[in-house]
């Protein structure tokens, strides 16, 4: 069975930084693109970053790109993403979403969700 | 970037009854649109994908039709545990994905 477990979010204040990480189990991971999407509260599903099976190739939604940055340990089962400069609109429960097969697949499985709070 | 535009926002249906909702595309996407279910507190769970795939475990109530802009999501008969909100999105123009706003199937 798939599982996907994120951890790291926390209150942090505004221009600050925080990792996240999910890891992931049941799968064999680095077969898999991986990404991450965020739901602000009370709010619909936005879609911040991939990266692909290998690692090789990032992709970034315009509100993120420069400021987080998406990675992979796939000898740990780990998809990672570090925040910087936030801001209080990036306060959102963050999902990690495991692809189908490659980037251009649909999300078939997501973690739980971990609350990033941006707030003074 | 493609916007995904759902209709209803809302939608009141009794149990038992058939549920449509609808998806559409600001350019075409071919099939390549997935339907999630999100309920309170909860991550979204995967429908359908390639517009008319249900994934592993969904029920056969479940269906989706459609390609290019127009995407359907019918729930033939709604169960108790259906009332949620149903998002749609797109995975044609990667890795921009989009995702639909939302409509909240509410019991009527």
């Known amino acids: 069975e798939v599982q996907l477990l994120e951890s790291g979010g926390f209150l942090v204040q505004p221009g600050g930084s925080l990792r996240l990480s999910c890891a992931a189990s049941?799968?064999?991971?680095?077969?898999?693109?991986m990404s991450w999407v965020r739901q602000a509260p009370g709010k619909g599903l936005e879609w911040v970053s991939t990266?692909?099976?290998?690692?090789?190739?990032?992709y970034y939604a315009d509100s993120v790109k420069g400021r987080f940055t998406i990675s992979r340990d796939n000898s740990k089962n780990t998809l990672n993403l570090e925040m910087n400069s936030l801001r209080a609109e990036d306060t959102a429960i963050f999902y990690c979403?495991?692809?189908?097969?490659?980037?251009?697949?649909?999300?078939?499985?997501w973690g739980q969700g971990t609350l990033v709070t941006v707030s003074s | 970037e493609i916007v995904m535009t759902q209709s209803p926002a809302t939608l009141s249906v009794s149990p038992g009854e058939r549920a449509t909702l609808s998806c559409r595309a600001s350019?075409?996407?071919?099939?390549?649109l997935a339907w999630f279910q999100q309920k309170p507190g909860q991550a979204p769970r995967l429908l359908i994908y390639?517009?008319?795939t249900r994934a592993t475990g969904i029920p056969a109530r479940f269906s989706g039709s459609g390609s290019g802009t127009e995407f359907t999501l019918t729930i033939s008969s709604l169960q108790s545990e259906d009332f949620a909100v149903y998002y749609c999105?797109?995975?044609?123009?990667?890795?921009?994905?989009?995702f639909g706003q939302g409509t909240k199937l509410e019991i009527k």
């Open positions: 979403a495991k692809h189908v097969y490659g980037t251009a697949s649909a999300f078939d499985y």
């Open positions: 990266i692909s099976g290998s690692g090789g190739n990032t």
């Open positions: 390639s517009a008319s």
């Open positions: 350019q075409s996407v071919s099939i390549n």
């Open positions: 049941g799968l064999t991971f680095s077969s898999h693109a």
């Open positions: 999105q797109q995975y044609n123009n990667w890795p921009l994905y989009t």
